[in-house]
């Protein structure tokens, strides 16, 4: 993240570390409406969506965080966990397996892949 990052992402991350996640999500919007190019801000925002339970919004925000910056491992590996966590293996797999071509000693991408390369 930039050193001059925007007010909204400054209180946005102050509350989502503080729990306060509606008050996170009103200034992760704000950044958006500003900036809609944010990947930092989709990121962030489909983060809180996670920890909140609106899983298919969590997944449609870190999915365009991944476009907008595709090179960001924590975003893959977020997204990553998320798919893991509905039961969506193959396209977690993906994810991880992308990492790993990317970072091929990435301990949370190979020890995630080797979780899910278990048999039942």
Do not use: W
């Not at 365009?64 to 396209?91: K, S």
Request: aromatic share 10%; proline share 4%.
């Amino acid at each position: 993240m930039a050193s001059h990052a925007s007010p909204f992402m400054e209180r946005g991350l102050a509350f989502k570390i503080e729990g306060r996640y509606e008050e996170a999500v009103i200034e992760f919007e704000q950044l958006l409406a500003d900036d809609p190019n944010s990947c930092d801000g989709h990121y962030q925002l489909g983060l809180i969506h996670g920890f909140t339970g609106m899983f298919d919004e969590s997944l449609a925000e870190l999915q365009h965080a991944l476009t907008l910056g595709p090179a960001r491992i924590d975003i893959r590996i977020d997204l990553a966990l998320t798919y893991t966590m509905l039961g969506m293996f193959d396209e977690a797999k993906h994810e991880f397996e992308e990492v790993l071509r990317r970072e091929p000693e990435n301990k949370r991408a190979l020890e995630s892949l080797s979780f899910l390369s278990e048999p039942s």
